[in-house]
């Protein structure tokens, strides 16, 4: 192997996108520093090693620190062009072996993974930190008069309308009932006036915290307080909630969802008669406890409530976790996604499992670096490119099939179908199943 071919081979490199200006040789007939041989050229025919004095400036160290971890090199101008705008290219040059030419896929992939967590992450803990700028916001301007005067106004439109929607559901419900051969008169009335009176004291409640709010001049320092100790009260709550009665659930869901700035509630409404005979049935059921055997369920149940009210206390600690885990239930798609193009195509023998995994980590590298995009976009800007990105990324799908394997177009759009839902449907049971398991190791 001559100076030449390494020079030619080392070319190949991350060094190639800033093509720096080549130096003259002038240290012919030198010793090589590492083995000796005399030196043709910059790189030692001998060993390889460069005659370069090393010496670089700092940027160019950070250049090299960021190679190495992300292993990039001059083939990234070649893949990327390809993974994002020519798929189908892409994916028959890695099934029929031109392979050099391209990043390795894996290593796409795991650095596709790697961005899409770091700017998830990024994203979630950006959103949360707006959100709690928002909500101090409002919490401060509640120390004026103007500012409580409004807060108050709108504690007392939302008094309004929540009376209006249970009063106008009561009687949907009691005409209902009255249809019903043989009904009850007396008992139906008697049910829709206690639905009238629990939404007028209900309105009436509401109604006297906005006024105890306008007249109320530490209203923002409660507010803030309150905020800081969300967290805290709604875990309290959380863990005081009662499943087997559906009047104590109501209440205590009511109290989770008003342990925030007054004026924001969320409310929770019980079941109907039926539904609660049916869930006390089902809890007579499951429950054991009448008959001194031990309620597993309940312990169950227990140990779920303590979990997630230490998820909500501590939301950091929780996110910590689930990302710690992301990355590698995220990997699982791979087979998932490789296996669901081995399905589509199982008539065609001349592709193995080993080429829809290489067609599998493209895709997957794509949906990746997409999405991490949009998780560092602006907040205004993220709406309008989640539409392109939706409607991207079946159309990569569709192109990779059609260019890859050499689908017709009605063959590839089915099949685009089947492993678009097959994927989407694994990607929501495996984010469901991480916030599961983060849950269970709180």
């Known amino acids: 192997?001559?100076?030449?071919?390494?020079?030619?081979?080392?070319?190949?490199?991350?060094?190639?996108?800033?093509?720096?200006?080549?130096?003259?040789?002038?240290?012919?007939?030198?010793?090589?520093?590492?083995?000796?041989?005399?030196?043709?050229?910059?790189y030692c025919h001998s060993c390889g090693q460069n005659a370069d004095t090393h010496h670089r400036s700092i940027l160019h160290l950070i250049w090299e620190a960021i190679e190495g971890m992300f292993h990039l090199d001059g083939r990234l101008a070649n893949t990327?062009?390809?993974?994002?705008?020519?798929?189908?290219?892409?994916?028959?040059?890695?099934?029929?072996?031109?392979?050099?030419?391209?990043?390795?896929?894996?290593?796409?992939?795991?650095?596709?993974?790697?961005?899409?967590?770091?700017?998830?992450?990024?994203?979630?803990?950006?959103?949360?930190?707006q959100q709690e700028l928002k909500e101090e916001k409002e919490a401060a301007e509640l120390a004026t008069p103007a500012g409580r005067k409004v807060k108050a106004d709108l504690i007392r439109k939302g008094a309004t309308e929540d009376r209006d929607g249970r009063l106008m559901s009561a009687a949907a419900q009691r005409d209902e009932d009255l249809k019903e051969a043989g009904a009850d008169k007396a008992k139906i009335a008697q049910e829709y006036a206690d639905d009238v009176k629990e939404a007028q004291d209900r309105y009436a409640k509401l109604v006297a915290e906005a006024d105890a709010l306008e007249k109320n001049p530490n209203a923002a320092?409660?507010?803030?307080?309150?905020?800081?100790?969300?967290?805290?009260?709604?875990?309290?709550?959380?863990?005081?909630?009662?499943?087997?009665?559906?009047?104590?659930?109501?209440?205590?869901?009511?109290?989770?969802?008003?342990?925030?700035?007054?004026?924001?509630?969320?409310?929770?409404v019980a079941p109907d008669e039926t539904k609660r005979a049916e869930i006390?049935?089902?809890?007579?059921?499951?429950?054991?406890?009448?008959?001194?055997?031990?309620?597993?369920?309940?312990?169950?149940?227990?140990?779920?409530?303590?979990?997630?009210?230490?998820?909500?206390?501590?939301?950091?600690?929780?996110?910590?976790v689930m990302f710690g885990w992301a990355h590698r239930l995220a990997v699982l798609l791979l087979p998932i996604t490789g296996l669901s193009l081995a399905l589509?195509?199982?008539?065609?023998?001349?592709?193995?499992?080993?080429?829809?995994?290489?067609?599998?980590?493209?895709?997957?590298?794509?949906?990746?670096?997409?999405y991490a995009i949009l998780f560092v976009l602006p907040g205004a800007m993220m709406p309008w490119f989640l539409g392109i990105v939706q409607l991207w990324a079946p159309i990569n799908l569709f192109q990779t099939l059609r260019g890859g394997y050499g689908s017709s177009i009605i063959g590839a759009l089915l099949k685009t179908f089947i492993v678009w839902m097959i994927s989407m449907t694994s990607f929501g049971l495996l984010v469901g199943g991480l916030m599961v398991f983060t849950l269970s190791q709180m």
């Open 344 to 370: 589509v195509y199982v008539n065609k023998r001349q592709y193995f499992i080993y080429d829809h995994l290489l067609v599998a980590t493209n895709l997957l590298s794509f949906s990746f670096l997409i």
């Open 280 to 320: 006390k049935a089902a809890v007579a059921e499951q429950g054991h406890g009448a008959s001194g055997k031990r309620d597993y369920g309940a312990e169950t149940l227990g140990s779920w409530k303590k979990n997630l009210a230490k998820a909500v206390a501590n939301p950091d600690y929780f996110l910590l």
């Open 1 to 42: 192997m001559t100076a030449a071919d390494l020079e030619a081979g080392v070319a190949d490199s991350a060094a190639s996108f800033i093509r720096p200006k080549k130096k003259p040789f002038t240290h012919q007939g030198e010793p090589c520093k590492n083995c000796g041989t005399p030196l043709e050229g910059w």
């Open 80 to 129: 990327l062009p390809l993974l994002f705008f020519k798929p189908g290219k892409l994916a028959k040059d890695y099934m029929e072996g031109r392979i050099v030419r391209h990043v390795p896929p894996f290593r796409t992939f795991l650095v596709a993974l790697l961005l899409f967590i770091f700017s998830a992450e990024h994203a979630i803990h950006g959103f949360r930190h």
């Open 221 to 268: 320092a409660e507010a803030l307080a309150k905020l800081h100790n969300r967290g805290s009260e709604v875990a309290e709550q959380i863990r005081d909630m009662d499943f087997q009665s559906s009047d104590k659930l109501e209440a205590s869901a009511n109290k989770i969802a008003d342990a925030q700035i007054a004026g924001q509630h969320f409310n929770v």
